[in-house]
């Protein structure tokens, strides 16, 4: 559970956590993480694998809160206000204060590694590969040239995506 006093002049984060219906609460706050926070979000696949809306970005435990890593990879640190995965397509959904809202494709391989923390030990390690989808290019219905008129956010890459990690860095 995530608590926000921030308006009352108190910009401590305050994140709890409970395993007995609420007899007892624990702090899941770490030495990393800073300022107020919005949102958690646990996987609902990985109970282990948590996401957590600071004022200041995206954090991500692996080890159900007993650490926190600060996601650096295309979002911002920005408020982030809210956050679910989506459960079809595995997806993480990020909505920011100001910045846009934000997709984060694809979380299974962060589940495997909540999973088998041991993964990073490893050279070299390729990820479940999830099923490739077919793209055929087709002409749209309705407006054929829409310029500034609708917007359209970026898609992901076609194709089979692979996911790798290679010794201390990943793809």
Do not use: C
Not at 128 to 153: K, L, N, S, W, Y
Request: glycine letters at 12%; a neutral charge; aromatic letters at 10%.
């Amino acid at each position: 559970m995530v608590f926000d006093d921030h308006r009352r002049g108190n910009d401590r984060p305050y994140l709890v956590k409970t395993t007995d219906y609420g007899r007892s609460w624990r702090s899941l706050v770490t030495q990393d993480v800073e300022y107020f926070l919005h949102a958690l979000e646990q996987d609902p696949v990985n109970p282990n694998l948590l996401y957590l809306g600071s004022e200041f970005g995206l954090y991500v435990s692996l080890d159900g809160g007993e650490r926190w890593r600060l996601w650096r990879h295309g979002v911002p640190r920005a408020p982030v206000r809210a956050l679910v995965v989506h459960p079809r397509d595995h997806d993480l959904v990020i909505g920011t204060h100001g910045r846009s809202a934000y997709i984060l494709d694809d979380v299974r391989p962060l589940r495997a590694l909540a999973a088998s923390p041991g993964l990073l030990n490893e050279n070299l390690h390729l990820f479940e590969i999830p099923a490739a989808i077919q793209h055929r290019v087709a002409q749209v219905g309705g407006i054929r040239f829409t310029a500034d008129g609708i917007f359209h956010g970026g898609n992901r890459p076609f194709g089979a995506l692979l996911t790798y990690y290679v010794g201390g860095s990943s793809g």
